[in-house]
């Protein structure tokens, strides 16, 4: 939303790799193989291009996005690398080694409770980088507020699901029990204005709108997480 990306976008990408590998078998249902082939090798040609373009050799996740002069734009962008680990744009083992990282950088940093959610990035995002910058410049510095870093239930349900997918249950129990604490104590449910949708680190409410319906998101991956239900594989409709 107010986060600045280039042409190789690590977030979009991975969303949209989801089109053709979910089309592929409603065509073959339709009986249009050649159509139904044609999105299997889009899918593939992404999948491979994908940690090539944006995997950061010096991090070893997933950068936000790639400008056009090659420069890898990373803030340790939790929700980025989420969709890429659930999604399976990263091999398993990458994928496994990217959130082993990410989680210690989180505990390093001081953000390893999740009562108010896990932060979108982890690094602060350079103001170039950052729309409310540019456009209002006078939210500066904007790390742990809104979109920059700010914790959010919102940030949460495909890395919770990641980590349970990828071996690290362990990182998986702590955080759905702190988001099960925080749904507990209400934080994520204000009225028009409370801002609780985005939280700082200490827990002042940074955002704007207040009840989010996003937000409620994570109860899906809590679900599984306590095996009150497992998905139907494939879980994202993916051939």
Excluded: K
């Excluded at 108010?116 to 790390?143: C, K, Q, S, W, Y």
């Excluded at 009840?211 to 679900?223: D, Q």
């Amino acid at each position: 939303e107010v986060v600045g990306v280039g042409p190789w976008d690590g977030y979009g990408s991975a969303w949209t790799s989801r089109g053709p590998r979910n089309a592929a078998p409603l065509l073959v249902l339709l009986e249009r193989d050649e159509l139904a082939a044609h999105c299997r090798a889009a899918a593939a040609g992404l999948r491979a291009a994908y940690p090539e373009y944006l995997l950061n050799p010096d991090t070893g996740w997933v950068a936000g996005w790639r400008s056009r002069d090659g420069q890898l734009h990373d803030a340790a962008y939790l929700w980025v690398n989420a969709v890429a680990c659930a999604f399976g744009l990263l091999p398993g083992d990458v994928a496994a080694e990217a959130l082993r990282r990410l989680e210690h950088l989180r505990h390093a940093v001081g953000a390893g409770h999740a009562q108010f959610g896990v932060p979108f990035n982890l690094r602060p995002i350079p103001p170039e980088d950052h729309m409310l910058p540019l456009l209002a410049g006078r939210f500066t510095p904007t790390f742990e507020n809104y979109t920059d870093g700010a914790m959010g239930a919102c940030a949460a349900p495909y890395y919770l699901r990641a980590l349970d997918m990828h071996g690290l249950e362990d990182a998986a129990a702590l955080i759905a029990a702190d988001l099960e604490l925080g749904f507990e104590r209400g934080h994520f449910n204000g009225g028009v204005g409370s801002g609780v949708e985005f939280y700082r680190w200490d827990g002042v409410p940074t955002g704007y709108e207040g009840s989010f319906v996003a937000n409620w998101m994570p109860l899906y991956a809590i679900a599984i997480h306590r095996g009150l239900f497992s998905p139907t594989p494939p879980e994202w409709w993916l051939e």
